[in-house]
């Protein structure tokens, strides 16, 4: 299905009700379902599914056999890795209906998702966070923190360039590539605006 504001593959499923932004690329075998509302120039992997209702902000990239399920929210420039997949119930049974309990997640903007990473639903992610390959979140992730492992468990914090940070005594970091300040004050991150 080709639509003049964007491209959709022709093996890729788009159910009725979907609102999909200028720019965007939807490739083989996904499956777009009905509501779901992906923002401007997104690129949607092969084989990719996104149940009803969720929100893909504008500059999403979704690599190859990602789930998004129904209570997920991407903001803007939001990165999903490979494989990894979202999840919506915390206590699923196959006799058990629990569509009505569908837990939300959020993922802030410009966070980045690794390879074959679990975020239990639930939990959202900070602005600009960083999920290693393989890692299984289990709770909320703060601003900017590096997350690996299963459980997962923050290894330090990230710049919005991708650069581990690293602190001096006064708790303070420069991204080598961007040059941008980073104070870390309380626990959490912020950019310094005055830089």
């Not at 890692?135 to 710049?159: E, I």
Request: aromatic share 8%.
């Amino acid at each position: 299905m080709t639509d003049k504001r964007y491209f959709a593959h022709e093996t890729a499923i788009i159910d009725e009700g979907c609102k999909i932004g200028e720019g965007t690329k939807i490739w083989h075998f996904s499956h777009i379902m009905p509501g779901c509302t992906i923002g401007q120039h997104c690129n949607i992997g092969q084989n990719v599914v996104i149940s009803p209702e969720v929100v893909l902000g504008n500059n999403v990239k979704v690599q190859n056999n990602v789930s998004i399920y129904t209570g997920v929210t991407c903001e803007d420039d939001v990165f999903l890795g490979p494989s990894m997949v979202f999840t919506n119930v915390t206590n699923p049974r196959s006799a058990v209906n629990r569509r009505g309990q569908y837990a939300k997640t959020i993922v802030k903007r410009g966070a980045s998702i690794g390879a074959n990473a679990t975020i239990v639903c639930g939990h959202d992610i900070g602005e600009f966070a960083f999920i290693g390959a393989g890692a299984v979140v289990t709770k909320h992730v703060p601003a900017y923190a590096l997350v690996v492992g299963n459980p997962a468990k923050q290894m330090g914090w990230m710049s919005e360039y991708g650069h581990k940070l690293h602190f001096d005594k006064q708790g303070e970091a420069l991204c080598p590539e961007s040059g941008d300040k980073y104070i870390l004050t309380g626990g959490s991150v912020s950019k310094n605006k005055e830089v």
